[in-house]
């Protein structure tokens, strides 16, 4: 049974930062694209951050950033425990939402429940 559940999520002030951990289980990890996406409350969902498969070229696989999230919410994996990490820094208001993990490869994708975050004084 795949299963990808978020953890790390939670309320922080602005400026101040989070960790987001996504565990997978039930497939094959290491040649799926990795990635988080992000719902604000009466938006659609938008892309945050993605990390490939590693390849011979790429072994620690590339990576995409929305432009708002660059330099600031670096995404990683660890091919030896399977997760998949966002490390979220300089939290600002508006990255408010909840947070899911997702793992895509040929046109199939899983995704989990979501972690909330929120970002408020």
């Known amino acids: 049974q795949v299963q990808l559940v978020e953890s790390g999520g939670g309320l922080v002030q602005p400026g101040g930062s989070l960790r987001l951990s996504c565990a997978a289980s039930?497939?094959?990890?290491?040649?799926?694209?990795m990635g988080w996406y992000r719902q604000a409350p009466g938006k659609a969902r938008e892309l945050v951050a993605t990390?490939?498969?590693?390849?011979?070229?790429?072994?620690?696989?590339?990576?995409n950033y929305a432009d708002s999230v660059k330099g600031r919410f670096p995404i990683s994996r660890d091919y030896s425990k399977n997760p998949v990490y966002l490390q979220m820094n300089s939290l600002k208001p508006d990255n408010t939402g909840v947070y899911y993990c997702?793992?895509?490869?040929?046109?199939?994708?899983?995704w989990g429940q979501g972690s909330q975050v929120t970002v408020s004084s």
């Open positions: 039930g497939f094959t990890f290491s040649i799926y694209a």
């Open positions: 997702t793992a895509d490869r040929g046109g199939i994708s899983y």
């Open positions: 990390i490939t498969a590693p390849t011979i070229t790429t072994p620690s696989g590339r990576t």
